[in-house]
C-alpha cells in the first residue's frame, strides 16, 4: 500500500512559495552559509570551497556522529546514524522497525508520517489523545490501557509538533519502563529540542535511556537548516543501526557532503546558535500572547512549552480551512488548517521569525480577524 498523501505537504505546496509571509512553518528562522562559516573560525570557507563532493560514509561523517553524539550522554559517534532528514530517520526506522500485522500507538494529533508510513506497511494505528484540557500533555495511565499483545511501537513527539506541549521527565521514564516491560520500541522525535522555554520543561532525549528507546533529531527546526537535509537516529542498539544502514543504501545511500559540513559546524556551536534562535522566539510569544488576550472569545490557546509553533483555537463560525485560504488570498499570509492534523477548529501558526515579520503578520491576521468576523 502507497502512504496516504501528505496534507501538510500538499497545503504548503499550494502556497509556500507564492505568499509573502510564511506564518505556518515550524522551524527557527533559517541561518545562512555566511553565518555558519563565521562561527566555524578561521579556515572554515577555505575548508568549505574546498570540500571534495563525491559520496560520503553511509553512517554520516566521522566529524558529524561525533558533534551529534555530543548533545547525548550515553549516546557515542557509533550510536548515531546520520540521515536525510528526520522524514527519512522516520521511514527507515518505521520500515525496520514494523511488520504488516503490527500494532503502533501514537500521539494524537501528530505530524503525518509518524503513523502514515507504518499505515503503508499495513500497520494498525492506534491513536493516542493529546488533549487541551490536559495542555496537551500525554496522559501515560491512558498510553497503559491501550497497550496490549502486538504493539511493536509507541511513537511520542516531544516538544510536540503542532502545539508545542512537552512530556515530563518523570512521564519519559515511565515510557522507557513500559517499553522494556511489554517489549515495544519507543520512538521518540525529538526535532523540535533545545527549544524549550522553561528549564523546568527540558527533557532528556529518549536514547539516553537506552534500551528500546530511540531518538530522532535534525537540524532543521531548532537551527533553522530545513535546506540542509540533515537528520538522525540516535540508538544504543548496535543490530538495530545495523538494519537500518541496510535499508539506507536502497533510499538514499547517504547524505550530501556539504550538509554535513555546515552542520557539523553548527552543532559544535550548537547552544550559542539555540540562544539567539530562541531569544527571537521569546519575544513573540509575549507578542503573540497579548494578540490571543486582545481576541478573547475569538480565540484561545494552550500556550507553546516548547518549538516555534502554536495552535490556537479559532472559535469563528467558519471553517478553518477557508479561513486559513482567505488569509492567504487577501492578505498573503500563510498559516495552516488544523485539518491537516484532523483538528478542524485550530490552526497552526509559527513564530520563528524576525520579530518586524511576525508583527507584521499578526496585523494581517488581526485585519482577516475582523473581516471574517460577523
Ligand atoms: C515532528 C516532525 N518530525 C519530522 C519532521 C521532518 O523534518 P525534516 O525531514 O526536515 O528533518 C518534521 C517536519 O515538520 C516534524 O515536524
Same mark, same amino acid.
Given at each position: 500500500?502507497?502512504?496516504?498523501?501528505?496534507?501538510?505537504?500538499?497545503?504548503?505546496?499550494?502556497?509556500?512559495?507564492?505568499?509573502?509571509?510564511? +506564518?505556518?512553518?515550524?522551524?527557527?528562522?533559517?541561518?545562512?552559509?555566511?553565518?555558519?562559516?563565521?562561527?566555524?573560525?578561521?579556515?572554515?570557507?577555505?575548508?568549505?570551497?574546498?570540500?571534495?563532493?563525491?559520496?560520503?560514509?553511509?553512517?554520516g561523517s566521522e566529524r558529524l556522529r561525533e558533534a551529534v553524539?555530543?548533545?547525548?550522554?550515553?549516546? *557515542?559517534? *557509533?550510536?548515531v546514524?546520520v540521515?536525510?532528514?528526520?522524514?527519512?530517520?522516520?521511514?527507515?526506522?518505521?520500515?525496520?522497525?514494523?511488520?504488516?500485522?503490527?500494532?503502533?500507538?501514537?500521539?494524537?494529533?501528530?505530524?503525518?508520517?509518524?503513523?502514515?508510513?507504518?499505515?503503508?506497511?499495513?500497520?494498525?494505528?492506534?491513536?493516542?489523545?493529546?488533549?487541551?484540557?490536559?495542555?496537551?500533555?500525554?496522559?501515560?495511565?491512558?498510553?497503559?490501557?491501550?497497550?496490549?499483545?502486538?504493539?511493536?511501537?509507541?511513537?511520542?513527539?516531544?516538544?510536540?509538533?503542532?502545539?508545542?506541549?512537552?512530556?515530563?521527565?518523570?512521564?519519559?521514564?515511565?515510557?522507557?519502563?513500559?517499553?522494556?516491560?511489554?517489549?515495544?520500541?519507543?520512538?521518540?522525535?525529538?526535532?523540535?529540542?533545545?527549544?524549550?522555554?522553561?528549564?523546568?520543561?527540558?527533557?532528556?532525549?529518549?536514547?539516553?535511556?537506552?534500551?528500546?528507546?530511540?531518538?530522532?533529531?535534525?537540524?532543521?527546526?531548532?537551527?533553522?537548516?530545513?535546506?540542509?537535509?540533515i *537528520?538522525w537516529?540516535?540508538?544504543?542498539?548496535?543490530?538495530?543501526?545495523?538494519?537500518?544502514?541496510?535499508?539506507?543504501?536502497?533510499?538514499? +545511500?547517504?547524505s550530501?557532503?556539504?550538509?554535513e559540513f555546515?552542520a557539523a559546524?553548527?552543532l559544535?556551536?550548537?547552544?550559542?546558535?539555540?540562544?539567539?534562535?530562541?531569544?527571537?522566539?521569546?519575544?513573540?510569544?509575549? +507578542?503573540?500572547?497579548?494578540?490571543?488576550?486582545?481576541?478573547?472569545?475569538?480565540?484561545?490557546?494552550?500556550?507553546?512549552?516548547?518549538?516555534?509553533?502554536?495552535?490556537?483555537?479559532?472559535?469563528?463560525?467558519?471553517?478553518?480551512?477557508?479561513?486559513?485560504?482567505?488569509?492567504?488570498?487577501?492578505?498573503?499570509?500563510?498559516?495552516?488548517?488544523?485539518?491537516?492534523?484532523?483538528?478542524?477548529?485550530?490552526?497552526?501558526?509559527?513564530?520563528?521569525?524576525?520579530?518586524?515579520?511576525?508583527?507584521?503578520?499578526?496585523?494581517?491576521?488581526?485585519?482577516?480577524?475582523?473581516?471574517?468576523?460577523?
Amino acid at each position: 500500500m502507497k502512504p496516504a498523501p501528505f496534507k501538510l505537504e500538499q497545503w504548503f505546496a499550494r502556497y509556500e512559495f507564492a505568499v509573502r509571509l510564511n +506564518m505556518a512553518a515550524s522551524c527557527a528562522p533559517a541561518t545562512t552559509v555566511a553565518e555558519i562559516l563565521a562561527l566555524g573560525g578561521p579556515g572554515a570557507r577555505e575548508e568549505y570551497l574546498r570540500l571534495n563532493l563525491d559520496y560520503i560514509p553511509s553512517t554520516g561523517s566521522e566529524r558529524l556522529r561525533e558533534a551529534v553524539a555530543g548533545w547525548y550522554r550515553r549516546i *557515542g559517534a *557509533g550510536g548515531v546514524q546520520v540521515t536525510t532528514g528526520a522524514s527519512e530517520a522516520i521511514f527507515i526506522l518505521m520500515n525496520v522497525l514494523l511488520e504488516p500485522g503490527d500494532i503502533i500507538v501514537v500521539e494524537d494529533p501528530v505530524y503525518q508520517s509518524l503513523y502514515a508510513v507504518a499505515e503503508s506497511i499495513g500497520v494498525r494505528v492506534k491513536k493516542w489523545p493529546l488533549r487541551p484540557e490536559n495542555r496537551f500533555r500525554p496522559d501515560v495511565d491512558e498510553l497503559e490501557r491501550l497497550l496490549g499483545p502486538g504493539v511493536r511501537a509507541v511513537v511520542v513527539n516531544h516538544p510536540h509538533n503542532p502545539t508545542g506541549a512537552m512530556l515530563s521527565t518523570e512521564d519519559q521514564r515511565r515510557l522507557v519502563e513500559l517499553a522494556d516491560r511489554f517489549g515495544f520500541w519507543l520512538v521518540s522525535d525529538e526535532v523540535y529540542r533545545g527549544t524549550v522555554y522553561d528549564e523546568r520543561d527540558v527533557l532528556p532525549p529518549a536514547a539516553d535511556f537506552g534500551g528500546r528507546a530511540v531518538s530522532i533529531g535534525d537540524m532543521t527546526k531548532p537551527f533553522g537548516l530545513g535546506g540542509l537535509r540533515i *537528520g538522525w537516529i540516535a540508538s544504543g542498539d548496535a543490530g538495530l543501526l545495523r538494519r537500518v544502514r541496510d535499508f539506507r543504501d536502497y533510499t538514499t +545511500m547517504c547524505s550530501n557532503a556539504a550538509g554535513e559540513f555546515l552542520a557539523a559546524i553548527v552543532l559544535e556551536h550548537r547552544d550559542k546558535v539555540l540562544e539567539s534562535k530562541t531569544a527571537l522566539a521569546r519575544a513573540n510569544l509575549r +507578542m503573540l500572547s497579548k494578540f490571543i488576550a486582545e481576541h478573547d472569545g475569538v480565540l484561545s490557546w494552550v500556550p507553546p512549552a516548547a518549538g516555534f509553533t502554536a495552535f490556537p483555537r479559532l472559535y469563528l463560525n467558519v471553517d478553518v480551512e477557508s479561513f486559513s485560504a482567505g488569509l492567504a488570498r487577501e492578505e498573503s499570509v500563510l498559516i495552516l488548517p488544523g485539518t491537516v492534523f484532523g483538528v478542524p477548529d485550530r490552526f497552526r501558526l509559527g513564530f520563528g521569525m524576525a520579530e518586524r515579520r511576525f508583527s507584521d503578520g499578526l496585523d494581517a491576521l488581526r485585519r482577516h480577524l475582523a473581516r471574517v468576523s460577523p
